[in-house]
């Protein structure tokens, strides 16, 4: 995918405060991730039984920053942001980035 022009939305911006926490990253840092993710889900137009075109955007999962970034690649921004913190049970220890999902105490 070809970063150039590569924009953060409010709502991409809101969501990494809410669900990974810390420092919102640059937009040179979010490339940086995207070279470095693994690819789960290429963006493609759509076409709506009412002749509308939808875009599914696509997902890239960093697997060290444990994010799914989920990028409109048709309007290159970063739409939304998926953690480990979503999952149900989910609990960070102090110090610690958070548990192995699935784990129960």
């Not at 990494?16 to 919102?24: C, E, F, P």
């Not at 137009?45 to 060290?64: C, F, Q, R, S, V």
Request: proline share 6%; aromatic share 10%.
């Amino acid at each position: 995918m070809r970063l150039k022009g590569l924009a953060l939305t409010t709502k991409f911006k809101k969501e990494w405060r809410n669900r990974v926490g810390g420092r919102v990253p640059s937009v040179d840092e979010i490339k940086r991730m995207i070279r470095e993710s693994v690819f789960l889900q290429k963006g493609m137009p759509y076409a709506l039984i009412n002749g509308k075109i939808y875009y599914k955007p696509g997902l890239y999962w960093h697997i060290e920053e444990e994010v799914v970034l989920k990028i409109d690649e048709e309007n290159m921004t970063v739409i939304s942001v998926f953690s480990p913190r979503l999952a149900p049970g989910y609990r960070e220890e102090p110090g610690e980035r958070g548990q192995e999902l699935g784990a129960r105490n």
